[in-house]
């Protein structure tokens, strides 16, 4: 089996954020895709992100305030799992429950690297 990558960008309903009663409705259909995908022994790990943080770049390594992108552009989250072939992966993905709020899930296959 091989290792994919999915990041997760958008999918947050900002009405979520003033209702607990609907962010935790939200989380429970996390919870059980994360569940569906571990019972098969597929998902090894994953987590949100905040969305705060820095940004670290070029040659003379400037470092700015970030990542500001828009809403649907921010990643969110990541989850690393387990499948045969790209096609699998994909299939797994079609389960996040960020699409019901216009999210998107990038899935990346994870390089073999010997060092």
């Known amino acids: ?9 958008g999918g947050d309903d900002p ?12 989380l ?3 919870k059980v895709w994360i569940d569906a995908i571990s019972s098969e022994g597929k998902y090894i790990t994953g987590q949100p992100l905040t969305a705060t ?8 390594v400037e470092i700015t305030d970030g990542p500001y992108a828009e809403g649907k552009e921010m990643i969110g989250g990541y989850f ?5 072939n790209l096609e699998e992966a994909v299939e797994i993905s079609k389960g ?3 699409f019901e709020f216009g ?3 990038e899935v990346r296959e994870v390089m073999e690297v010997s060092v």
Do not use: N
């Open 53 to 60: 943080g820095r940004v670290v770049r070029g040659k003379k």
């Open 28 to 30: 429970s259909k996390w």
């Open 96 to 98: 996040c429950p960020g």
């Open 1 to 9: 089996m091989k290792e994919y990558l999915f990041v997760f960008r």
């Open 103 to 105: 999210g998107t899930v």
């Open 80 to 84: 690393l799992i387990k499948a045969e």
């Open 15 to 26: 009405g979520m954020r003033e209702s607990p009663a609907l962010m935790q409705a939200h």
